[in-house]
């Protein structure tokens, strides 16, 4: 305990000395004002359009279906290798730069088609699959295998006994992961595709809260349904219903994306092999915008993780078992899903009609969202402790018996979230908050390719640091979750 | 086919468990191993299995049974290399007639025959073992290598169920905490002890005092 407790205390010590270096000042003359208006909207949803709201809804899960179902068929056969140094290095990549950051880079190859939408999910899904797979299937109880025959053929043997241990887990993974792709898919709409965002976008940018507000509404409730419609048998029929709503296809003009290739994301210099003049290019972003963009991503990202952490704390036993009744209980676990389901992109997008451009919007933003997670995650397990007859209630419950033995859980989701939370601030950036996804933005607004591709790698770098450091402190505190065994 | 050590040390890594350990194993045999708990029973046991470890049906201490199939293709895995991955795959959904009736048989003799689909993670200890057991029958193999194969049943079952194993294998090599089990089921004992062989004769040679020289 006490190394759980110096790691976490160091954390917020971070946090605090971040805090001094943001900005959190809410530049907007009136914020009651909007936050009143939007209240209005959403006591008054007006359910006006239904036809756009339909396609726009089925365009979503369409695009969420397509590339979850085939991301996690690649990321299977990716865990299978995932022992080669090469697979973990370019699973790690392609996880590392955002679902958005994808779409807005195969916009230029593909523009704005099903193709762009389907890719951008898959490429990032793919990665993270790889990963996720590969840790269940080596957490499975290894036993199973090595009472088998030796000369059992490997297929055989990983489908009767790791795959098979592994498949509950497996599943349960992927349905989440389709809710996870539910949303990326709504935001990519925020880029111009034609998903939920992109009607979204409109609504709010106009002040047409109860349009927007039913859109919400109505995807909080398609949120909320997915684990009575996510049955296994049913997984193959909405996957094929996917493709044919909404086939992944493109025009594509192969000069072009040689174009895009070979010159567009080169910078000049490079292309005239000018070595000095690249260096004072790359220089000069450097020291303008790759700098502050890691400095202001950083201390967003620790200040979100804090504050998640601390609002998680207070979350969890609104949903346990342990604290409150089934009726109580109920109404937690609905403040979590709305929570959970509102992704951070729109949070943010929202904060900021009302707050104006500050980290403050991103802050409450990723807050919202995270500690949902962590919160339904942890109340989950809290229902699996045993406790003693005799054990105490309430506060003390909660204090004495519930958090010390829940303690190195919460951290170890926390450390798996902090990747998350930074690869989220990167695109954050994009409503204008100064991190990295802010200059990227710009310089995809800018048409300069060549500094956008740059300053994605640079955040797809510090992406990879920041989980390797995750790692190596879950690894340190032993938070590793227990194999599964019989 | 049979197994033989000559001069061998067994262990992991550094440690060392059994030394300079000479052995011969026929075909036809059926021989108990005894000795205290760190003996190193598990640790011969694993060596002779590396000997032929593709003609062996193998029953381990722990099962390793894969909790959430059924005790049916938990004992149809005794079978998985014996056939191709597509035959394998095609009756991971369905099991079909033949080898349905021919692994219930199985369940009969170790009555575990109402449990033939119930995922084994919902069963006992005792019938775990069971299963284990039905696998290493169903694999079709002469030799059995087994670690405390029946330590789980009571001893009506125990004794019943290590009979049957004798009748159905050729040869049988079995590590044993009950001494009267294996002396009234094995024609041979093999007791080890503080990294050596202690004794290795015939059980009907074995007195009351190798017994006591075995456990104190």
Redesign the interface.
């Known amino acids: 305990m006490p190394a759980l407790r110096k790691i976490s205390f160091y954390f917020a010590i971070v946090a605090l000395v971040a805090i001094a270096f943001s900005d959190l000042e809410i530049t907007t003359l009136n914020p009651w004002l909007e936050l009143s208006l939007l209240l209005q909207g959403f006591t008054a949803p007006s359910f006006l359009d239904t036809s756009t709201l339909a396609d726009a809804l089925f365009k979503t899960l369409a695009f969420a279906f397509q590339g979850v179902v085939i991301a996690a068929i690649l990321g299977f056969a990716l865990a299978l290798g995932f022992k080669r140094y090469w697979v973990r290095a370019f699973c790690a990549f392609i996880r590392s730069v955002h679902e958005l950051f994808w779409a807005l880079i195969f916009i230029q190859i593909t523009g704005l088609s099903p193709l762009t939408g389907f890719i951008a999910i898959l490429i990032p899904f793919t990665g993270i699959f790889a990963k996720v797979f590969a840790e269940i299937l080596e957490e499975t ?1 290894h ?11 490997l ?3 990983l ?3 790791r795959f ?2 592994a ?2 887990q497996l599943r349960s993974y992927i349905n989440y992961r389709l809710e996870c792709g539910i949303r990326s898919s709504a935001i990519l709409g925020f880029v111009g595709l034609p998903t939920l965002g992109f009607e979204l976008e409109s609504f709010f940018k106009q002040g047409d809260y109860a349009q927007a507000a039913a859109l919400l509404y109505v995807f909080f409730i398609l949120i909320a349904s997915l684990k009575y419609l996510l049955k296994p048998a049913l997984m193959p029929l909405y996957t094929l219903a996917a493709f044919i709503y909404m086939p992944p296809v493109a025009h594509v003009s192969w000069s072009m994306v040689g174009v895009f290739l070979s010159q567009d994301i080169v910078p000049v210099s490079l292309q005239a092999g000018d070595i000095p003049a690249f260096l004072s290019w790359f220089k000069e972003l450097w020291l303008t915008q790759i700098l502050e963009g890691v400095f202001n991503s950083l201390i967003l990202t620790q200040i979100a993780l804090v504050s998640s952490a601390l609002l998680t704390l207070l979350l969890f036993p609104l949903a346990s078992k342990l604290f409150f009744s089934k009726a109580p209980r109920a109404l937690g676990q609905s403040l979590l899903i709305v929570m959970r389901s509102c992704p951070e992109y729109l949070l943010g997008f929202v904060g900021l009609l009302i707050l104006g451009p500050s980290m403050l919007p991103a802050i409450i933003a990723l807050t919202l969202h995270n500690s949902a997670v962590i919160a339904h995650l942890l109340a989950l397990q809290s229902a699996q402790l045993t406790f003693r007859h005799d054990r105490s209630q309430g506060v003390n419950l909660y204090f004495y018996e519930t958090l010390p033995r829940l303690y190195g859980n919460f951290l170890a989701l926390l450390f798996y979230r902090w990747e998350v939370i930074l690869r989220e601030t990167a695109i954050l950036g994009m409503l204008g908050i100064p991190t990295l996804g802010f200059y990227i933005d710009s310089a995809f607004e800018e048409i300069r390719f060549d500094r956008a591709m740059v300053l994605i790698l640079i955040t797809a770098l510090l992406n990879i640091l920041v989980d390797n450091i995750a790692v190596y402190f879950r690894r340190r505190l032993h938070l590793n979750s227990q194999p ?1 065994s ?1 | 086919m049979g197994f033989e050590l000559r001069h061998r040390k067994l262990g992991y890594g550094a440690h060392t468990v059994l030394e300079n350990l000479d052995l011969n194993i026929q075909s036809g045999e059926t021989v108990a191993i005894i000795g205290k708990s760190g003996a190193g029973k598990s640790t011969l046991l694993l060596a002779l299995r590396e000997q032929l ?2 003609q062996v049906a ?1 029953c ?1 201490q ?8 059924s005790v049916h ?1 938990n004992i149809y ?1 005794g079978q ?2 014996q ?3 597509l035959v ?2 095609w009756r ?1 959904l369905r099991p079909g007639t033949i080898v349905k009736q021919d692994i219930q048989a199985i369940c009969q003799t170790l009555q575990i025959q109402e449990h033939q689909f119930t995922p ?2 919902k069963l006992s200890g005792g019938q ?1 073992q069971r299963v ?1 057991i039905g696998r290493a029958l169903y ?1 079709n193999k002469e030799i059995l290598l087994g670690d405390e194969p029946i330590s789980a049943l009571d001893e009506f079952h125990a004794h019943k169920t290590l009979q049957l194993l004798c009748e159905h294998f050729t040869t049988l090599v079995v590590s044993l905490h009950d001494v009267d089990l294996a002396l009234n089921c094995c024609q041979r004992i093999i007791a080890l002890k503080e990294g050596k062989i202690l004794f290795d004769k015939s059980s009907s040679l074995v007195s009351k005092s190798d017994i006591h020289q075995v456990y104190n």
């Open positions: 109880d036993h199973a295998q090595q009472s088998l025959t030796p000369n059992t053929s297929l055989s043997q489908l009767y006994t098979t241990i498949w509950p599964q019989l | 470890a593709q193998w381990p722990q099962p390793g049974l894969v909790p959430t199939l293709h895995m998985l290399e056939h191709h991955f394998n795959l991971l084994c993670q775990l284990s694999s």
